[in-house]
């Protein structure tokens, strides 16, 4: 099996810390609402896939972090067939191990679904044969406008008699909701049992259910879509009285084409925060932010905006928008990781070991800042069978492994000598990889190029 440097790993770790609220339901005109709120660490490169209908398929719109090609997080089709997915506890399934991979891979799996099936039954009947990658760790919610409303996890899938179906880290098919902490699960239950489906329900729901914490996680977008009428309303960056509406039909009119989720509310003091520090203007963005007057709001969206851009892109340049943010603040211990990153990156490696070396003095102990301070000196935990010596870009500030975490200080390799090294735990297999050198996308001359998703991509053998 073809891999991207175990990056499908380290999605699934996030799926279980950072589970999404899906909530479906039927009204009593025979109209059935769905949506979710999507949550993770923030970051402004969701996108939203589009492919229009092509052959007698549907057409349908999928939506994914950073690339089109980095697996579908949820998706829509013009026949009124929705999906998404939630992260649950482990659920081993002997049977699912059993079952054949879909060919191609599950993205393929997914492009079929979308591109052929107008119900949920459809979708089951497909799971019987096919097994679905990472479902151990997943739940997948379905809707259809027939007002079919259904789980799929690893050892058991069935279709609602309510009229109503919400799903966020329970796994609905076993255990006691009870003894579950979540407190996003009762609130949707209460309110799609308690009111007629809408817009304006769906909204309450989303808002009601959002998540916020000082990590950076957030709900990142909420989208509500009207299955049958074919319908989108979305929110972003944790603003729900702003929304952006469209339709399936709208945007299958622009053809195939991907866009940033953010790009539809650039009028958003967050996201013009952002286009400005992504054109170097640090003290735009710095001002737009300070002329938020609420103080509690002002600093939830600078968490939100500092998380976009260093944790998820390693918009390096960027620091003294963090740096600003960093004053402002009590700093947690990741707050100590993140700056010291950052300060690495920028070539400032002495100031990156005292970083830590402060965080060390507030957080005795954290070993997270111990982990990252030895690994600054070119010290690794054992249990890595894998070790990267990288010769090439000699003269770089600081090299990435692109793609190998979603959290950009996970990619960092060190300078050790004068090569950039890193150790990993990699089970035999083929992997495909590229370098983010100083901002850029390379690739390596140490390692053999070939072309990966239509792309060149390094390529690694572990046997």
């Known amino acids: 099996m073809k891999k991207a440097i175990i990056i499908t790993f380290v999605l699934f770790a996030q799926l279980q810390a950072f589970s999404c609220t899906i909530i479906s339901a039927k009204d ?27 052959d007698g398929n549907y057409g349908y719109v999928f939506f994914t972090y950073n690339n089109p090609k980095q697996g579908m997080q949820g998706g829509v089709n013009e026949a009124g067939l929705f999906f998404d997915f939630n992260g649950v506890e482990y659920t081993e399934s002997k049977a699912n191990e059993k079952k054949e991979y879909y060919p191609g891979g599950h993205v393929k799996m997914f492009e079929y679904i979308l591109e052929h099936f107008s119900t ?9 044969k096919y097994r679905i990658p990472g479902i151990e760790h997943s739940q997948l919610h379905l809707a259809d406008k027939f007002g079919n409303l259904g789980i799929i996890v690893a050892d058991s899938m069935w279709i609602t008699k309510d009229n109503h179906l919400a799903s966020t880290n329970y796994n609905l098919c076993h255990g006691d909701l009870e003894d579950d902490p979540c407190f996003r699960m009762p609130i949707a239950q209460r309110l799609l049992k308690n009111n007629e489906p809408s817009f304006e329900l769906f909204t309450q729901i989303c808002d009601s259910t959002h998540q916020f914490y000082s990590s950076g996680a957030s709900t990142i977008y909420s989208n509500i879509h009207n299955l049958s009428t074919g319908e989108i309303w979305f929110y972003f960056g944790l603003d729900f009285k702003n929304a952006y509406k469209t339709s399936v039909r709208e945007l299958l ?16 003091i967050l ?3 952002h286009m400005a520090a992504e054109n170097k203007d640090f003290e735009k963005s710095i001002e737009l932010m300070e002329s938020i007057q609420d103080p509690a709001q002002r600093l939830t969206l600078m968490r939100l905006l500092v998380t976009g851009l260093i944790d998820m892109e390693a918009n390096i340049d960027s620091y003294p ?6 004053r402002q603040i009590k700093p947690e211990p990741k707050d100590y990781y993140v700056n010291s990153f950052a300060l690495y990156c920028r070539g400032q490696k002495e100031k990156a070991n005292e970083t830590l070396i402060e965080g060390l003095r507030n957080y005795p102990g954290e070993e ?3 982990g990252f301070k030895d690994q600054l000196e070119g010290k690794f935990p054992p249990g890595k069978n894998y070790r990267l010596e990288l010769a090439d870009f000699k003269d770089a500030t600081y090299v990435l492994i692109d ?12 300078k050790v ?46 046997h």
């Open 271 to 273: 996201v013009r925060a």
């Open 120 to 128: 949920v039954q459809e979708v089951m009947d497909l799971y019987r």
């Open 28 to 54: 009593k005109k025979g109209q059935v609402w769905t949506g979710n709120n999507e949550d993770n660490l923030f970051t402004f490169k969701s996108l939203i896939n589009i492919v229009p209908a092509n």
């Open 368 to 370: 997270t800042l111990i």
């Open 403 to 414: 793609g190998l975490s979603y959290y950009q200080f996970e990619n960092l390799l060190v």
């Open 321 to 326: 928008v963090f740096e600003h943010f960093f």
């Open 253 to 268: 009119k622009r053809g195939k084409t991907s866009i940033y989720l953010c790009d539809l509310f650039k009028d958003q």
């Open 417 to 462: 000598g004068d090569k950039w090294v890193g150790e990993y735990p990699l089970e035999p297999d083929e992997y495909f990889f590229r370098f983010n050198v100083d901002g850029k996308i390379v690739t390596s001359q140490q390692f053999e190029v070939v072309t990966y998703d239509e792309e060149p991509h390094n390529r690694l053998v572990i």
